[in-house]
């Protein structure tokens, strides 16, 4: 059996960032929503979504933070444990920029307008 989880790389702008637990991302694909009538389901409709890169990383001390959360135009990787790469393209930071100091966690989102993954 291969391995489908565990350690992950997180790079913005190429620079190797301090991942911490889970991280989530989303393509940026259309949402399809049922369309429902009185009388039953008539279909769906399509709404737009970000695309986006979501999870935690440590403060090294030497974290610039005013520039992570003032961050536009980045480039936004994750490499899965299953070797799966997820690229993230002209991003933005997305989160509050909330640093927990019990264990220098910071939340970080990224957005854009798509994503690809790769591999």
């Known amino acids: 059996m291969s391995r489908r989880g565990g350690i992950i790389q997180f790079n913005v702008d190429g620079v190797l ?51 992570l959360v003032t961050m536009t135009g980045a480039t936004v990787t994750v490499e899965a444990a299953n070797g799966k790469l997820v690229a993230l393209r002209d991003a933005w930071f997305a989160g509050d920029g909330t640093v927990n100091t019990s264990e220098g966690e910071i939340a970080i989102r990224f957005e854009g307008s798509s994503a690809e993954e790769i591999a």
Do not use: C, M, S
């Not at 301090?18 to 279909?43: C, E, M, Q, S, W």
């Not at 990383?57 to 030497?62: C, L």
């Open 17 to 67: 960032y301090d991942a911490k637990g889970d991280f989530t991302y989303n393509l940026g694909r259309p949402k399809r929503v049922a369309i429902i009538g009185a009388d039953g389901v008539h279909g769906y409709k399509e709404e737009p979504q970000p695309a986006f890169v979501e999870g935690a990383v440590t403060d090294r001390g030497n974290l610039d933070l005013d520039a």
